[in-house]
């Protein structure tokens, strides 16, 4: 095996005034400070073709439209030191303001679940902008029935009725206020390093410092997260759920109105919960009388190729389920799947939101349930998704700074430490990387606390040849940095 960063133990800050000497030296004299072996270089990668050229861009430049956000928008700031200027999109590729591909193994984070612009997704909602776009609930409507009728055949259990909502926050406040009101009881839990929304009661079952704001957020418990890479109690997934009995038994009355996850916490850095946790969880949960709610805004509709539902993979069936972002493949729109009986805890009082279910997001919605159907995309995102998992293996078999590589399907990450044993976040050498990446076409996501987490949620149409050019600029982009 060869390893090309030294085994010393390097801080991140040490192995960054260490590189940044190196860039101004000959190659040589930095390998001989931070290399153990002289590799080859990596492959040259080569984006696969594909039969499709965007119209030329007459619009504003990147730089034009960056002076504006910076006097206008005060969200999110842009990924990359040199922000994209995204001007076109078809399928898993997009295309910036000069004509340059990249494959987008982000999509809009996780948005993106059929393709940009899917041809079949795209003529589905043209045809229905032109007969009729926004009726709400109070009329009556096919596309919304025909929708819901399709969904839920993919609910198992009792999971048959439904509230639509606008985004993945929405949904997950819904879904605790209806454990709320069915159990009559206030005490939520959450898990450490969750990720479930800006809202009030989102953001109080946030388990990341960066997702919180120091507010009133009354209510929720933080169990121990069931890290297997970093936790205490390694695969043990039972060991960990005891810290929700704990919970119960010393923080509450000793009944819950309910209990959230993620089955592969998506901006905790993707983490799969370890095995055996969410039956062991949900049976405390349950016994102290509370509900058990999935968060599927990610992991939902195929995309953790073995199953529909992530939470599947454990082998459990939640009280009420919510569905996010990948359910319009860009139609904002979100999900609430509960049963009957928890339902009608809103009895009779208005539970209205005004743009939800209108006719182009349902519309949306369903040509996405029968493209997965209908192009096998969960079995693409298992079989491209475990090949890609095997080649990212393999590179951290290769480089000492990749700790770990995890997660199902097409949701995967790879986690950057300057040190193994201690698993010292890799913040500023994950930022090069990610950099060098987009450099070199291809588009991913930074997650986890330290931001020391690529994330890839690619749509689910990439294929092999995809996957590999995404596995060569990841190679490249390491080797370039450690031996420039
Ligand atoms: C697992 C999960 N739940 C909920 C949300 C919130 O969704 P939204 O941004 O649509 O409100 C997110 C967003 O990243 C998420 O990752």
Redesign the pocket.
Known sequence: MQRFVSRRVLSETNFLRVQQRCFALPGSAYKKVVTSDTPEPPPVPVIPPFPYTPPTYTGPSGDEIMALRKKYLMQQPAYYEKPLNLVDGKMQYVFDENGKRYLDALAG?SVVSCGHCHPYVEKAIIKQMKSIQHTTVLYLNHTLTDYLQALADKMPGNLKVFYLLN????A?ELAMLLARLYTGCNDIISLRNA????APT?MGTNGVRTEKFNVVQTGIHHAMDPNPYRGDFGSDGKKYAEDVQNIIDYATSGQVAGFIA?EIQ??GGVIQLAPGYLPAAYESVRNAGGLCIA?E??TGFGRTGSHYWAFENQGVIPDIV?M??GIGNSSPM?VVATTPEIAQVLGSHTFYSTFAANEISTTAGLAVLKVIEKEGLQENALAVGSYLKAKLTALKDKYEIIGDVRGRGLMLGVEFVTDRELKTPATDLTNVIFEEMKEMGVLVGKAGLYSNVLRMLPPLCITKADADFLADVLDNAIWNITNK
Request: net charge negative; proline share 0%; aromatic share 4%.
């Open positions: 984070v985004s993945g926050t929405e997950n990720y479930h929304g800006n989102t993620e998506g901006v968060d805004a990610i919510t996010a972002k979100s």
